[in-house]
């Protein structure tokens, strides 16, 4: 199989860089930089500053906005590769833009056809965006184990209970919910995922601040958003047309979405910018009497960490090589969310031990390299464990999709 890109999307790739390198201009890079988030937003419903907005008409205007999404839906109708490609040029740049997570894969394939006619093009656009209400302060990594409820009142669901780590809920226009529809049915059974807008009135977001937040990180830090928050539902009213697919279904709706937004560009570099950091550092720095570059034992590690990360990218392909040709896309998502978050956290643990004590320093301090990016991915790799599902749940998905292993005795 060829794991390499097509002389067309070599020259899209070519194309993109050319467009980011005339319009990501300083204006744009300051508005981004401004809100520190790694995302392009600040209030709601008016998430894109001046310059921003602009730059987002003129990547529409190209084509390159929901490139493979259907037409009929204001995407572009194009394949996933080429998708990839658009993506990884511009999150290289730390522009993001790809759709609100893992929304709006669930949309296409488990909503109304009303339902997708109305939140898609807005996603693809940007005049929508989702905060994920999956976690809860009870429940950790254990999603089946939520307990925010959602009971049918005649039309309507009145939607009371408490999420955690909601983030961007400060300024996204909608939280993508799971929450329980039926108690007395077995824990994965009775969930409901529900698409509502964050202004409705019983919602209440209250800030988490991370420990990125004193000192803020520096742009492109991996998991460097400085705030995530707590959202508060009570007697939250909604129509029953806010419902995603069938009632207690969610669980399956949610593991799919989340499955899917595992593959693609963004996923993919957030795991291996930290291995080009390191060596973009390595190649460009010289000390007195010491060249980082020619010293053997970091040269043999920053190899080692590179093949990792080239198995990172072909993990990637493949899943996208899967869903593009209509395959059984099962394990393949789980298996990629096991082995990068893990690359990502051995390379920044072995860039500390590279860099040494100066390396731990970060940002605003003096003599802190590269403005502390170093420390400050340290400190957010762990959390690449955990997000989207941890590894350890995803090591059981594989085992039992993937190698076919029974579920293990109860205790």
Not at 93 to 119: C, D, F, H, M, W
Not at 154 to 167: A, L, P, R, W
Not at 179 to 191: E, L, V
Not at 284 to 313: H, M, S
Request: proline residues 5%; neutral net charge; hydrophobic residues 35%.
């Amino acid at each position: 199989m060829d794991f390499g890109f097509t002389p067309e999307q070599e020259a899209l790739r070519r194309e993109v860089g050319a467009f980011i390198a005339e319009h990501v201009t300083p204006e744009v890079v300051a508005e981004m930089e401004g809100h520190n988030e790694g995302l392009l937003g600040v209030t709601r419903g008016t998430s894109r500053g001046p310059a921003v907005r602009e730059l987002f008409r003129k990547i529409g205007e190209r084509g390159w906005l929901g490139i493979s999404y259907p037409k009929e839906y204001g995407g572009q109708g194009g394949d996933r590769i080429s998708k990839y490609v658009v993506e990884e040029e511009f999150a290289r740049a730390n522009v993001n833009i790809g759709l609100a997570g893992s929304s709006a894969p669930a949309i296409l394939a488990a909503g109304t056809e009303e339902q997708k006619r109305y939140y898609i093009p807005r996603l693809i656009t940007g005049e929508f965006s989702f905060a994920q209400g999956f976690t809860e302060p009870r429940g950790g990594a254990d999603l089946a184990s939520l307990q925010c409820r959602a009971v049918r009142d005649g039309d309507e669901y009145v939607i009371n209970g408490q999420k955690m780590y909601t983030s961007g809920a400060h300024y996204c226009t909608h939280v993508y919910l799971m929450a329980r529809t039926d108690p007395d049915a077995p824990k994965h059974k009775g969930i409901s995922v529900f698409l509502i807008p964050l202004d409705t009135p019983g919602i209440t977001v209250r800030p988490l601040w991370t420990i990125q937040n004193d000192p803020k990180a520096p742009t492109r830090t991996t998991y460097g958003q400085s705030r995530t928050n707590e959202t508060f539902f009570d007697d939250v009213r909604v129509p029953k047309t806010a419902l995603l697919g069938e009632e207690n279904k969610g669980w399956y709706i949610g593991a799919m979405g989340l499955n899917l937004d595992r593959i693609g560009a963004a996923r993919y570099l957030i795991s291996v910018l930290r291995d080009e950091d390191i060596i973009n550092w390595v190649k460009e720095n010289r000390f007195d009497g010491y060249t980082p570059a020619d010293d053997p034992a970091i040269r043999d590690k920053i190899a080692e960490l590179w093949i990792e990360a080239q198995v990172c990218r072909l993990m990637t392909m493949r899943s996208m090589s899967i869903v593009e040709h209509g395959g059984n896309f099962t394990y393949e998502g789980s298996a990629e969310k096991v082995w990068s978050p893990e690359h990502g956290i051995k390379t920044a643990e072995t860039i500390s031990q590279m860099l040494g004590p100066y390396g731990q320093l970060l940002n605003g301090s003096p003599r802190a390299i590269e403005k502390g990016i170093f420390a400050h991915n340290l400190m957010g790799a762990f959390q690449s464990g955990i997000n989207h599902g941890s590894v350890q749940v995803m090591r059981d998905q594989v085992a039992r999709r993937g190698l076919g292993m029974p579920r293990g005795k109860k205790a």
